[in-house]
């Protein structure tokens, strides 16, 4: 053990300074905390674990991708020649840049919590081409958004246009830049570069002087385009560099509309994008710790407690097609776009901000909660590919980005994510200098103050024993260890092999103050136990859990149709008792339900690549009753229009168009919402169905019912004009279905029709989400 030790304090003697602690700022903060967190680089993933592995595939992507291709467009906007061609996705789009922003933090991070010196080699590269970038401009700025220049001249000088994500014309530019300075400050944080420090000072000059000038109408009319948590990035720069011009712009970068409620305690949140205020939040947050603005302390603490009591789901996630609903009302809110990775990735750094002013065990529980439930279970783990959306909806299941492709701000996000499982395991007690217990994620501690290790070894959650050890002179301090919520049969407690008796209750923590060495290693035995937690608004639809994981139920990858969800029927609304653990499997049951008495439950994070069901819905025997004879007039509907059926097209997959014989120009297939798709822009796609041809044909096509800018088209039979077809956006965020009737002069004597999908000009034909042909009209 010592020499393990050894070990790890000579990697860590490798690194930078800034790799050993925190980089020395200039303003301090002026709020006292209660816990204070450890630099990344003090803390290891220990091998074996399910967050060691979901980092290493993670690290895996991070070398895959190629920085030059990142930087494409940065050095195209500076006049410099590109090195490597543009990536696809949102890369080639207006967004364009934000997910350099999130490399840099991403590799930045990597390094310090690995010590992997070919991350730091990729955030040094970067730097130095971004510093070549902004000389070659002169102006201090730096940046690779499409048509950047005009955007922020026409701004500066007080033209401001926007509609909520537009700015000028750009896709959201002060988010793309924001990701650019956080990367920056995540350079010079994590690994001591000094060039960093250098550029994102000199960006942070060019916003003063281009917009510190403008007036409070004007600035907050710009605010009403998203921008991230620039108010967060620029108090950092405030604190690192002293200069309070920087402060003082963050203050203007105060949204009234968004905070001003929130300041009074006002839930205003319905209808809001979700994504777009947290960073805010945090913004002020970073200001009430450098200020000690008590306004800002409120907006934090009582944003926090909104979103997590109130705007919640079961996974620790939040909104549903990226935006938020009223308050505890999420039955109704269920589909395959809910909760955003990215609203909890920045929902899990304020938790991060509140714990440390007020360690409480509230913050940490719902911590651990959407750590396992959502960042976890947003990763492929057999890839690393990450989630935009985690969907929640029964029989949906999570799509995942491709390596190169897809480039969503979920992807940027995710690139973070898997690095720093190990930030928040442990927390120095500000107080009385002993250590706060968060997480059980096997970890090790170089606690440089007291020149002690402190290892934690689990293999939690399928064990229920958590092991800590320490390595080093012996020292008395105390433990303050997380008793969590969902522990309500107790803990066992174990010093040197002698229980311990202990105070606290679920939800809070317990203190052992003892003289902690080489010599003592302490057991926590923390029994799990099954329950469920209920939607806000129907106490009968529920979510599993055991402990704090989210169980879930695999529903295979085949179509879902709703009669196959199981429900569980129970006249006193208790339903654990339908489900026992599968003998000898780790964190495996089986549950007596509706459409399968052996229904497999796993945790919500080890189940990918086919459908699911994470809420389930409870029945009394009376309700079920009628229930079932729904379902039964829906399974005898389902199949007459099958029966009725000639051809069902499975548009936007691969083997279906081939077989239907797609043909296409300007045409596009991708995913969206949970659904294949196809459109074409200034294009069309055609393919060949079969009909009877003795009888009236009906055509069924199914669209997106919130699309409705540029959605103009015409149908054709067989090269013949059959309709045309202008969608108005109002059948909302759903798959709607529109029914055609064909004349029989369509038909006649044929086995085959083509049917094409022709945009008009500067128009789309679809999308296109589903293609059924029928005979005649059901009866």
């Not at 992507?61 to 949102?90: C, T, V």
């Not at 409705?708 to 015409?714: T, V």
């Amino acid at each position: 053990m010592k020499n393990t030790l050894l070990l790890f304090l000579l990697s860590l003697a490798t690194y930078s300074l800034a790799g050993n602690s925190w980089p020395e700022v200039t303003v301090k903060d002026k709020v006292k905390v209660e816990a204070r967190p450890f630099p990344l680089s003090d803390l290891r993933l220990l091998e074996g674990s399910l967050f060691k592995h979901a980092m290493d595939k993670d690290a895996r992507w991070l070398l895959d991708l190629e920085p030059d291709r990142l930087l494409h467009r940065f050095r195209l906007n500076a006049g410099l020649q590109p090195k490597g061609e543009i990536y696809g996705g949102w890369e080639t789009l207006g967004v364009s840049g934000h997910t350099l922003g999130h490399y840099l933090s991403a590799c930045s991070m990597m390094y310090a919590a690995s010590g992997d010196v070919r991350f730091k080699e990729r955030v040094d590269y970067i730097v130095r081409e971004l510093a070549e970038c902004q000389y070659a401009r002169k102006t201090g700025y730096v940046g690779g958004i499409p048509d950047e220049d005009k955007i922020w001249a026409e701004v500066s000088a007080g033209d401001i246009r926007t509609e909520g994500f537009d700015l000028n014309g750009g896709w959201v530019p002060w988010y793309t830049l924001h990701k650019l300075w956080a990367g920056l400050i995540d350079a010079y944080r994590y690994t001591d570069n000094e060039e960093a420090r250098r550029v994102v000072t000199r960006l942070s000059d060019w916003a003063v002087n281009s917009f510190g000038h403008l007036s409070e109408e004007q600035f907050q009319k710009m605010l009403r385009s998203e921008f991230g948590g620039m108010n967060e990035v620029l108090a950092e720069m405030y604190a690192i560099t002293g200069n309070k011009d920087y402060l003082r712009l963050a203050h203007q970068f105060y949204h009234q509309a968004i905070l001003d409620p929130l300041s009074e305690k006002r839930d205003e949140l319905a209808g809001k994008h979700s994504n777009t205020q947290v960073p805010k939040i945090i913004g002020e947050a970073r200001l009430y710790e450098l200020t000690g603005d008590k306004k800002a302390h409120t907006i934090a603490t009582f944003y926090w407690e909104r979103i997590v009591g109130h705007h919640t789901y079961v996974n620790g996630g939040n909104s549903n097609y990226e935006h938020l609903g009223p308050p505890d009302c999420l039955n109704d809110r269920l589909s395959a776009f809910t909760s955003e990775t990215c609203n909890t990735y920045n929902m899990l750094k304020l938790t991060r901000h509140l714990f440390s002013w007020d360690a409480q065990s509230v913050y940490m529980d719902y911590y651990e909660r959407a750590l396992y439930n959502h960042i976890l279970a947003s990763q492929n783990p057999d890839n690393g590919m990450v989630c935009y959306c985690v969907p929640l909806e029964s029989g949906t299941e999570k799509e995942f980005s491709t390596r190169y492709g897809d480039f969503w701000c979920c992807v940027g996000s995710g690139l973070e994510n898997h690095v720093k499982y190990a930030e928040s395991v442990f927390f120095e007690s500000a107080e009385d200098k002993g250590l706060f217990v968060n997480l059980f994620i096997p970890t090790v501690l170089i606690w440089k103050e007291r020149k002690m290790e402190v290892k934690l070894e689990t293999h939690f959650p399928s064990d229920t024993k958590v092991r800590i050890s320490f390595k080093g002179k012996g020292q008395v301090f105390p433990l303050h260890i997380r008793y969590p919520k969902w522990a309500v049969n107790g803990l066992k407690v174990t010093l040197n092999g002698e229980e311990r008796m202990i105070q606290g209750t679920p939800g809070s923590y317990f203190t052992l103050k003892e003289r902690w060495s080489d010599n003592t290693t302490l057991t926590i035995d923390i029994p799990m136990s099954l329950y469920t937690v209920s939607m806000p608004d129907n106490p009968k639809r529920m979510g599993i859990f055991y402990g704090p994981i989210l169980l879930a139920a695999p529903l295979g990858k085949g179509d879902v149709k709703i009669y196959d969800i199981s429900h569980f029927i129970s006249d006193s609304g208790m339903i654990t008792d339908a489900i026992r653990p599968v003998a000898g499997e780790e964190l495996s049951f089986v549950a007596s339900t509706t459409a399968n008495p052996e229904l497999p439950l796993l945790p919500f994070y080890a189940v990918y690549d086919q459908k699911y069901t994470v809420y389930f819905d409870v029945f009394s025997e009376k309700e079920w009753a009628l229930k079932e004879m729904e379902y039964q007039k829906m399974m005898e509907e389902q199949r007459l229009l099958e029966a009725h059926t000639t051809d069902l097209f499975r548009i936007g997959e691969m083997q279906p168009e081939r077989e239907h014989g797609l043909e296409s120009e300007n045409s596009n297939s991708g995913y969206a919402n949970g659904y294949a798709f196809r459109d074409a822009f200034n294009g069309w796609f055609s393919f060949d169905v079969k009909v009877d041809s003795t009888q009236k044909m009906q055509m069924i096509c199914s669209y997106w019912g919130a699309d409705k800018d540029k959605r103009n088209f015409d149908i054709l039979i067989d090269g013949v004009l059959f309709k045309t077809v202008k969608l108005d956006g109002t059948h909302g965020n759903k798959v709607f279905e529109e029914v055609y009737e064909i004349p029989l002069s369509f038909t006649q004597g044929k086995e085959n029709i083509n049917v094409r999908f022709q945009s008009h000009a500067d128009c789309y034909a679809g999308g296109l989400f589903g293609f059924r042909m029928l005979k005649a009209v059901l009866q």
